[in-house]
Nanobody, 126 residues
Framework: RVQLVESGGGSAQAGGSLRLSCAAS????????MGWFRQAPGKEREGVAAIYSGGGRTYYADSVKGRFTISQDNAKNTVYLQMISLKSDDTAMYYC???????????????????WGQGTQVTVSS
């Protein structure tokens, strides 16, 4: 089973930056789709960004496009979410997710992710 552990959350002021990390273990496939999701209190889970390991193709929610960047370090089996120009609306629990053995065309924010991390809290003060 794939295990995902998020880190890097914390508090920041509006306009500030944070970088989240997701350390993965237990992969049995070299091709996978990784995603970042978030959920604020009283809100539904929202897809933020996704990346395909095969070629680095990325996907972003409109609400974060231009501010957030998803990237990966395959050597470290780690996926990152660099967040800049943070807004108070970005406050949420952020979760890392993964699904293995998929083609690039399958990857995206609406992919069926099988594995989830425990989450890391991001709090943005206005």
């Amino acid at each position: 089973r794939v295990q995902l552990v998020e880190s890097g959350g914390g508090s920041a002021q509006a306009g500030g930056s944070l970088r989240l990390s997701c350390a993965a273990s237990g992969y049995t496939s070299n091709t996978n789709c990784m995603g970042w999701f978030r959920q604020a209190p009283g809100k539904e889970r929202e897809g933020v960004a996704a990346i395909y390991s095969g070629g680095g193709r990325t996907y972003y929610a409109d609400s974060v496009k231009g501010r957030f960047t998803i990237s990966q370090d395959n050597a470290k089996n780690t996926v990152y979410l660099q967040m800049i120009s943070l807004k108070s609306d970005d406050t949420a629990m952020y979760y890392c997710a993964a699904v293995e053995g998929r083609s690039s065309w399958y990857c995206g924010l609406r992919a069926m992710f099988s594995y989830w991390g425990q989450g890391t809290q991001v709090t943005v003060s206005s």
